[in-house]
């Protein structure tokens, strides 16, 4: 690198800040982060889920009912490592420490934000409450309306509520007169800023991550349960006139009015029967022939509380031998190493995040398709 006075320390500490800057969905849900030990990637870590009360009526005859203080814990594994790699020769045109930002340590945080945010809307696949229409992008109040009446119904928290939609949602609604118009909303930051701010009590942010969901499942006519479900089972066997490929994980089912979401691939359909389709929550009793509706392919936006999800991150351990340098902030560290590839003989620069994500309270969270 021809600015070798251009230190490691220098180069994390500009990067991390440009992370952050573009992270969205880790800052949005609740965050497990410690320093006190390095880890690496397949380390299994204990994290405490937000404490959940259920409030209760106060009767003067029986007088109150105590709830048991209890935190649960649940193993999350270190298991993503966002990581941005260069050869140290590609920065030999830099002239100084503007170059060197410009050429390798903007753009490699971005990118690993990009990551980040990405793998954590992936979560989308875990809940199974949904509100909208597959395949129609969410676009008026009545489908903001529709989302808070979803997390009022399903009891989640007042505030703080977030929502990440795509980027075709976000154009739609910030385009809507009455969030327009400043002299009727109190300010002017959706026409300055094209940002929704909050409405009908919810945080309302964009990214370009958000998934979308196409599911394995070609031709669906028909579709029904396949032999009687006893109640608490989480598998069942599915049926249909003309049944073309597989279920996948993020499928939504939605059977008597209820919606279940599909927790693994299944096998392929083998003469219209798709058998062994496990989903994530316990199924009611249910008679062979009582229909099935299946979710069509769709973009995953989300409306959830933060304890729906987790964020963990740990320091990644300073490999030996080579030069490197870790750096921490509010809940994200950030580790920058310089190396030699013995394999391919060159030296090389590497920027990277250990981290995970783990639905906590899926019940917490809404899929508003588009």
Known sequence: MANSFVTLKEIARTALPHLMDNLVFPRLVHNDFSDAFAAKQGDTVQIRKPINYTAQEFDPDTGVTTQVLTEDSVEVKLDKIASVD???SALDSALNFDSIDRLFIRPAAIALAEKINRDGLMLYRDVANCVGTAGVTPASLEDLANVRKALNDMRVPQSPRYAVWDTAADTAFATIPAIVNAEKSGTTDA??????????????????????????????????????????????????????????A???????????????????????????????????????????????????????????????????????????????????????????????KREMLSMDVLYAYKTVYPELAVRCLG
């Open 86 to 88: 260069i050869e140290v």
């Open 191 to 248: 026409l300055r800023e094209g940002s929704l701010g909050k409405v009908f009590g919810v945080e309302h942010f964009m990214s370009q991550a958000v998934a979308q969901h196409g599911g394995m499942l070609t031709n669906a006519e028909n579709v029904a349960v396949n032999g009687a479900v006893e109640e608490g089972s989480r598998v069942l066997s599915i049926k249909g006139s003309a049944l073309v490929g597989n279920l996948c």
């Open 250 to 344: 993020g499928d939504i089912l939605k059977i008597e009015g209820k919606t279940y979401v599909v927790a693994e691939d299944s096998a392929a359909a083998a003469e219209n029967i798709i058998s062994g389709v496990r989903v994530a929550a316990a199924l009611p009793a249910l008679k062979s022939g009582t229909r099935i509706d299946i979710v069509g392919p769709h973009t995953a936006n989300l409306v959830f509380h933060p304890s729906a999800f987790a964020f963990v991150s740990r320091p990644l351990a300073a490999p030996a031998g080579v030069e490197s340098y870790v750096t921490n902030f509010d809940g994200i560290s950030l580790r920058v190493v310089r190396g030699y590839d013995m394999v391919y």
